[in-house]
């Protein structure tokens, strides 16, 4: 099992040397965005808005922390990944029209995301859903947070991290897709358990 | 009252009972996917620092669930559904928890899980021979929520039926509920009451025990199997361990309609039974 450590801004080279079943370890600053965000950020995009942040060679989160104040400074918590499945329509216009290179999550992602990483270089990657605390171990500060009228949950945090992981490559930029890969399998199995009696 | 539920939300939401952390390590004993082993391994690694630390072992602490069952001789019923929301409030800023309550209508988020008929609050049962209140809280995230199946199966199709529809929906789920899960049947009844009782039997009921009609106990232990020989595994990876328990409930049913709801419970289940004696005195178990 090969493992990587990346630092961010991630160059393009670096992504597409990746394959599914690679872990990896990210430091430096990654950008969380659930469902309001990646709505938000789509109707940026349609408009013709600026972003308040700068997603190019960097690393989307699916992720809506627990974070709380404490004198007056943001402290995360709890922190790990949501579904990234509900994130599917947008996650495409993100990696194209923003140059994300990594987009983490968990529960995997489907074909337009999938297409998206094979042309304009990213990959998916998971962290263990519900290891909130694990998560947050690997966040050394609050660097920023845009878009806190969403709600705590649902806001931007910028996020300065060490060694964030272990990650596993769940798409890579050959357009393989592990988890489709074994819930097909899956599918087969059924109908042969099904006729067994 | 207050004190005793802020108390279960914080075990609940820092803490895995037992019978959880012992089928999550068989788990990680019998995997051999390597893939599968390592999520295994990063969540026994969440747990331990979980409960080191004091902090919700899951970021989502979900739409916070109270059973409540309460002894006809308790003083005092008249508080508490005021002091449950009370004490979510409270939780939510000390544990903390993550505001979950999100008004459908503006989108807007409370700020404190707090809202209309949230937390939700079920009145489970009346116990005539008691003067105790037992109140279990339960924590489970949207992913679980989001995975929840309902349907109602012409009756001719019976067992074979929930048998299909349980695998179409491990299926459909994937990876989304945090496999390995605990997956919840219900059968029969109501539309709302075979829901009730697959969330129970997910989330309330403990891992270990066996269902008391033996047909039941058969069905449960033949499903469990197929499920985990589909492969999918912790988090989707593909491996063995799918579901560490498979608990089916039923009730009677109307002639014409077979009602079946399947609920997926995520490895991170958390619950916390607070007992309140008549002199205020309680007790958190798990």
Aim: proline content about 6%; charged content about 20%.
């Amino acid at each position: 099992m090969a493992v990587h450590s990346l630092t961010t801004p991630i160059p393009e080279e670096a992504v597409r040397r990746l394959r599914v079943g690679n872990t990896i370890f990210i430091s430096g600053v990654i950008y969380t965005a659930r469902d309001a965000a990646h709505k938000r950020i789509a109707e940026h995009i349609e408009r013709g808005l600026q972003l308040p942040f700068n997603l190019r060679n960097g690393v989307v989160y699916h992720c809506g922390p627990i974070a709380v104040k404490r004198n007056s400074e943001w402290v995360v918590v709890s922190a790990g990944p949501t579904t990234s499945m509900r994130m599917e329509p947008y996650e495409h216009i993100v990696i194209e029209r923003l140059g994300a290179r990594v987009v983490v999550g968990k529960g995997g992602m489907s074909v337009s995301t999938a297409e998206a990483c094979k042309r304009f270089g990213a990959v998916y990657a998971i962290f263990t859903g519900g290891a909130g605390v694990l998560a947050a171990q690997a966040v050394k500060r609050v660097v920023d947070v845009h878009w806190l009228d969403l709600g705590t949950p649902e806001a931007v945090w910028v996020l300065e991290v060490e060694n964030f992981g272990p990650l596993t490559i769940a798409i890579d930029t050959t357009g393989k897709n592990l988890i489709e890969e074994v819930l097909s399998s899956a599918a087969k199995r059924k109908w042969e358990l099904l006729s067994k009696k | 009252m207050v004190r005793a539920f802020v108390e279960a939300i914080k075990r609940a939401s820092t803490h895995l009972p037992p019978d959880v952390k012992q089928a999550l390590r068989k788990a990680y004993e019998i995997e051999t996917s390597p893939a599968a082993k390592a999520q295994l391994e990063a969540i026994l690694r969440n747990i331990e620092l979980a409960e080191r630390l004091g902090v919700p072992l899951c970021q989502d602490t979900g739409v916070v669930t109270f059973y409540v069952r309460v002894g006809l001789g308790f003083p005092g019923v008249a508080h508490i559904e005021k002091a449950l929301v009370e004490a979510v409030r409270e939780a939510t800023s000390t544990v903390p928890l993550r505001p979950n309550s999100v008004d459908p209508v503006t989108g807007l988020n409370t700020g404190d899980n707090t809202g209309r008929y949230v937390p939700i609050i079920i009145w489970d049962a009346v116990d005539p021979d008691s003067s105790t209140l037992e109140v279990t809280v339960a924590l489970r995230g949207g992913g679980s929520e989001y995975t929840t199946v309902f349907s109602v199966l012409p009756p001719w199709k019976g067992l074979e039926g929930v048998k299909e529809l349980v695998l179409e929906a491990v299926i459909r789920a994937g990876a989304m509920p945090c496999p390995p899960t605990v997956i919840g049947v219900g059968i029969g009844g109501t539309a709302e009451y075979s829901m009730l009782l697959a969330k129970k039997a997910a989330t309330i009921r403990r891992i270990g025990t066996r269902h008391p009609n033996p047909v039941v106990a058969e069905l449960e232990e033949e499903l469990l199997e197929m499920v985990n020989e589909l492969g999918v595994g912790a988090m989707g990876v593909g491996g063995k361990v799918t579901a560490l328990a498979l608990h089916i409930d039923y009730a009677h049913r109307h002639p014409a309609a077979y009602p079946i709801a399947i609920a997926f419970q995520c490895w991170a289940l958390r619950r916390a039974t607070a007992r309140v004696h008549p002199s205020g005195d309680y007790v958190i178990e798990q």
